[in-house]
């Protein structure tokens, strides 16, 4: 059973960049047929995908957030991270990591495991 | 403003049939991308209830079932029960000349009655 959980700080300052990690288990990351994303919920809202990453290093990144995200992997520890720069209260949100199965769906792959998501409030 | 509409909520009694739509365009589901559902319970992460716009994942109940035409999906669960008072979202794939990528609905809260 693979298993995602996402570990970082609770609070970032305006401005900072908040970093998330993602540490997955029960499965390899760099086993074909699955990109590793993030997407998150704001209080009360709905999801919103921020972006997702192959084991090879693609990314593929929400345009509307591009230009101040960045997703890397490890594979050596089977982890993928989170990057956000210049955050605003607009990013206070629940986090979530998540697998992407690429062998399910035609041109577009449900989310078949999540974490348990990790509540990031941008304040100062 | 969501890619994908979906109603804010709807209800049902126990025992009966609720639908939910989602409902893109040409750049999305009418492309020909797949819709997916996901069944968020409070203060839960969502799971995925539907893939590939009519599949159930293993443990799913047959009380759920899913389906696309044109530009829209539904998603219908019979035989209301208390326990699927939740949030609803619908998934899809959009490449809309701003740019690709996963679009959600803004989802749908079902209560049941």
């Known amino acids: 059973q693979v298993q995602l959980q996402e570990s970082g700080p609770g609070l970032v300052k305006p401005s900072q960049t908040l970093s998330l990690t993602c540490t997955v288990s029960?499965?390899?990351?760099?086993?074909?047929?699955?990109?590793w994303s993030w997407i998150r919920q704001h209080p009360g809202k709905g999801l919103e995908w921020i972006g997702y990453?192959?084991?090879?290093?693609?990314?593929y990144y929400n345009p509307s957030l591009k230009s101040r995200v960045t997703i890397s992997v490890d594979t050596s520890k089977n982890q993928f991270s989170l990057k956000l720069s210049s955050v605003t209260a607009a990013d206070t949100a629940v986090y979530y990591c998540?697998?992407?199965?690429?062998?399910?769906?035609?041109?577009?792959?449900?989310?078949?495991?999540w974490g348990q998501g990790t509540l990031v409030t941008v304040s100062s | 403003q969501s890619v994908l509409t979906q109603p804010p909520s709807v209800s049902g009694a126990p025992g009966q049939r609720v639908t939910i739509s989602c409902t893109g365009s040409?750049?999305?589901?009418?492309?020909?991308?797949?819709v997916h559902w996901y069944q968020q319970l409070p203060g839960t992460a969502p799971k995925l209830l539907i893939y590939?716009?009519?599949n159930r994942p293993s443990g799913v109940p047959d009380r759920f079932s899913g389906s696309k035409s044109g530009t829209s999906a539904s998603l219908a669960i019979t035989g209301l029960q208390a326990e699927d008072e939740a949030d609803y979202y619908c998934q899809s794939y959009d490449s809309s000349l701003s740019g690709s990528g996963v679009v959600f609905g803004g989802g749908t809260k079902l209560t049941v009655l």
């Open positions: 040409s750049s999305n589901i009418g492309a020909g991308y797949d």
């Open positions: 998540a697998r992407v199965n690429v062998n399910y769906g035609s041109g577009s792959s449900p989310v078949d495991y």
């Open positions: 029960g499965g390899s990351i760099s086993s074909g047929g699955y990109y």
């Open positions: 990453i192959y084991y090879s290093g693609s990314t």
């Open positions: 590939g716009n009519s």
